[in-house]
């Protein structure tokens, strides 16, 4: 139960955290915005990496680990610019139902790749969403030409 409730906190906090970000990419770049993010999610860290000594890591442990597994860091570059960019261009509830799905599809993908097969479940739930988004994007579109008609 606490691990859904994590995952739902998480998930909240990552549509404040995109909302935010944006914010001051409008203000200062994209570019700039995701470095500021990184510069400042880096400082935090550091700085309770610092008061609990305990979780350092060796450089033993570090110089161990594939070096493909530090692409994350690389990876949440692209995320928090592309973030960045479409939070200001279409509402939050879209962009979050749109990597909702962008990361169902790739849950689905990389559990196939490490031999677990997707459930056909996973696979409707994720052509419903979409589906539901298609729709919920049409009569917007059409609300937004009638109230624009009107003006």
Known sequence: ???LILALIGGSLIVISMTI????SQRIGVPQGAFINNIVASIVILTFLLMNRENFVSMEKLINVPLWVYMGGILSIFV???SNIIISKIPAIYTTL??????LFMGIIIDY????MASMGKILGGVLIIIGLAYNFSIDRKSF???EECN
């Open 98 to 103: 749109l990597l909702f799905i962008g990361q």
């Open 80 to 82: 928090v610019s592309c």
């Open 145 to 147: 030409m009638v109230k």
């Open 113 to 116: 790749m490490v031999g677990n």
């Open 1 to 3: 139960m606490m691990y």
């Open 21 to 24: 970000n944006s914010k001051l």
